[in-house]
């Protein structure tokens, strides 16, 4: 059965900090893992990652694939308040991982 | 439209009744999906559209659950008999390709509550 599992479950962390959100998944036909960022309504895109060892970048926030050891990373850095929200992760578009609530404190 | 626009945005109902949830999905997508999120979980996902064709409903918890996308554009989710395990945010999503690697664009949600 797939599975996409994310870690930590929740994290709090101070303005200024690096963090690093961890997603392993198991899916079958895998073709592509997103990255999703979810405040209070709708998830919003962040980045789709096909390819091992390329990583993407979005201003403060970078994520790669590992497409051997079957996981990806979202990092973070030099956080804000405004980076405060569930982020989540999806092998395909039918398998989300639980989330990371990242919680970031001024 | 500008995004996924669902409606209603909020639903009350009783245990019992039957509830239509509508999502319009970004003008030209082919692809559009079903999720339900419940309080801190992440999107399980109910069913899959491409065009008209319901290609995946492996998600839809129950034969009380049916969805329909009759011309390839807005869909309806219908629930009947509602119960109130139920109660939860149901999202809808589009991409603009085919297939289920494409980036998905979500609506904002309805959030039913069964009493």
């Known amino acids: 059965e797939d599975k996409v599992v994310q870690s930590p479950l929740s994290l709090v962390v101070h303005e200024g900090d690096t963090v690093t959100l961890n997603c392993s998944y198991e899916v079958t036909n895998f073709r592509s893992l997103l990255w999703y960022k979810q405040e209070k309504k709708a998830p919003t895109f962040l980045f789709m990652l096909t390819s091992s060892g390329i990583e993407k970048k979005s201003g403060r926030l970078s994520s790669i694939l590992d497409k051997k050891e079957l996981f990806s990373i979202l990092n973070i850095t030099a956080t804000q308040t405004g980076d405060s929200a569930i982020y989540l992760c999806a092998g395909t578009a039918m398998r989300f991982g639980a989330g990371t609530r990242l919680t970031v404190k001024p | 439209g500008a995004g996924v626009s669902q409606s209603p945005r909020y639903k009350v109902a009783k245990r019992g009744q039957d509830v239509a949830l509508r999502c319009d999905p970004i003008s030209g997508h082919v692809s559009l999906f079903w999720y339900q999120q419940a309080l801190g979980q992440g999107p399980e996902f109910l069913t899959y559209f491409q065009n008209e064709a319901q290609l995946d409903k492996s998600g839809l918890p129950s034969d009380r659950f049916f969805a329909e996308r009759p011309e390839g554009s807005v869909s309806t989710l219908k629930i009947q008999r509602t119960q109130q395990e139920d109660s939860a945010v149901y999202l809808c999503?589009?991409?603009?390709?085919?297939?289920?690697?494409?980036?998905?664009?979500f609506g904002p949600g309805t959030r039913l509550t069964v009493l």
């Open positions: 999503a589009s991409s603009l390709l085919a297939g289920v690697a494409d980036t998905q664009y």
